[in-house]
């Protein structure tokens, strides 16, 4: 059984520099969510796939974020100019029909 | 503004007894709510959820309570054990959401042997 996978699990990087991080959902979900976590929040919505198509995003997606989901199967979310603000775990969460999520391990961004 | 409230940010429990972790929200579209458990450097799991037109739903030891009138819902884990010392998040979906799932802040739960 393969859950939802990201890589990297950390990431350590310098301001202004750009990162990319990866989420492979389950095989079979065509819905994929990216969240972002903050200490002593809960995760927060940022974007969402139906298969290829970007259907929503959250206000908190500043121009500097961009997701993609070219095949319909795994996502990247891409980070320009990383700020300190941006240090937080991100979350990838894939789902069927139903309203339960499944979410990876994450991966915990901290911008020097 | 939190339509997903978990007033209690902590609860210590003794082992053996019940833990009750309360969550509220405000939006009267929401129509599923979730509970899910997170460890340290994990992402969340899904633990037990219940749709609007139930009012209870149980899971081996845990079952969730929802009072739809006062828009409120409840965990209770019982015997609690120390493995079950986590951050529990209450989430909620619905309203055209797409899925998309509006979590609490969590309750971190600390069960002592």
């Known amino acids: 059984d393969t859950g939802v996978s990201q890589d990297p699990r950390h990431k350590i990087t310098k301001r202004g520099q750009n990162v990319t991080f990866r989420c492979d959902p389950i095989?079979?979900?065509?819905?994929l969510y990216w969240y972002r976590q903050t200490l002593g929040q809960g995760p927060e919505f940022l974007t969402y796939f139906q298969n290829e198509a970007q259907l929503e995003k959250s206000r908190l997606l500043s121009d500097r974020f961009s997701a993609e989901r070219p095949k319909g199967s795994f996502s990247t979310l891409e980070i320009q100019r990383t700020e300190q603000g941006d240090s937080a775990m991100y979350l990838c969460?894939?789902?069927?029909?139903?309203?339960?999520?499944?979410f990876g391990s994450g991966t915990q961004l901290s911008v020097l | 503004d939190q339509q997903v409230k978990q007033n209690s940010p902590s609860l210590s429990v003794q082992e053996g007894r019940i833990s009750i972790l309360n969550c509220d929200y405000t939006n009267s579209m929401f129509d599923y709510f979730l509970w899910y458990k997170k460890y340290p450097a994990e992402g969340p799991t899904f633990l037990i959820s219940i749709s609007s037109i139930k009012d209870k739903n149980e899971d081996g030891r845990f079952t969730v309570f929802l009072n739809k009138s006062a828009k409120h819902l409840s965990l209770h884990i019982v015997p609690s054990q120390p493995g079950d010392s986590a951050v529990y998040f209450c989430?909620?979906?619905?309203?055209?959401?797409?899925?998309?799932?509006?979590f609490g802040k969590g309750t971190k739960l600390s069960v002592k042997p």
């Open positions: 989430a909620a979906s619905g309203g055209g959401s797409q899925g998309n799932l509006i």
């Open positions: 095989s079979e979900h065509n819905r």
């Open positions: 969460a894939s789902g069927d029909r139903g309203e339960k999520l499944f």
